[in-house]
């Protein structure tokens, strides 16, 4: 198992173990009282921020991001297009 599987896997235990200090509530709402998120759901969350950081054309990987997407974009396609043509998103 990777190294990064392994810590979620463990992290979870531990929330899961929470639940038995809460028994009458459900373990998203042991969560929620404990002030902690499921990790699919942060991870989701920081994935998103990400891209909307990315789609911002001030941030340094926006416009490697662009070019990587014309080039194949290009290779698809038999007519060739200007990189003002290719909409990312």
Known sequence: MLPLKKLSKDIECVQKR???LF??????EVLSKCGL?????HRDMITQ???????????PIHQLSLEKR???ECQKS????SIEEITMY
């Open 70 to 72: 014309w080039r194949y």
């Open 18 to 20: 929470l639940k038995l």
């Open 78 to 81: 038999t007519k060739s297009k």
């Open 49 to 59: 921020s990400l891209f909307r950081q990315i789609k911002d054309p001030k941030h």
């Open 23 to 28: 028994a009458a509530l459900s373990y998203t």
């Open 37 to 41: 998120e499921l990790l699919d759901d």
